[in-house]
Nanobody
Framework: QVQLVESGGGSVQSGGSLRLSCAAS????????MGWFRQAPGKEREGVAR????????TYADSVKGRFTLSQDKAKNTVYLEMNSLKPEDTAMYYC?????????????????WGRGTQVTVSL
């Protein structure tokens, strides 16, 4: 059973930065894809960024391109989401997710393992 534990959320002012971490454990084979999703109050969960863990290929939502960077440390079984130039509209609960299956899509239903989330709040 894959376990994902997020950390690094917090409150910052607009234009600030945060780095989220997601530590994965409990798997026999490395998840094919790991991603970050976010959910703001009253809104659906949406994909932010994802990485194919084998080759390190990353994909980002248009809303965060150029501001967020997803990376991984295979030795630590951890992925990181560096978030810069944060905006109030980035305020949400951020969730780490993983899937052992090829595809690495933006769809919530394609990810079978989820962390509990970490809150990010950006104020004006």
């Amino acid at each position: 059973q894959v376990q994902l534990v997020e950390s690094g959320g917090g409150s910052v002012q607009s234009g600030g930065s945060l780095r989220l971490s997601c530590a994965a454990s409990g798997y026999t084979y490395r998840p094919f894809c790991m991603g970050w999703f976010r959910q703001a109050p009253g809104k659906e969960r949406e994909g932010v960024a994802r990485i194919r863990t084998g080759g390190g290929i990353t994909t980002y939502a248009d809303s965060v391109k150029g501001r967020f960077t997803l990376s991984q440390d295979k030795a630590k079984n951890t992925v990181y989401l560096e978030m810069n130039s944060l905006k109030p509209e980035d305020t949400a609960m951020y969730y780490c997710a993983a899937t052992p299956f090829p595809g690495c899509s933006t769809l919530v239903r394609d990810f079978g393992f989820w962390g509990r989330g970490t809150q990010v709040t950006v104020s004006l």
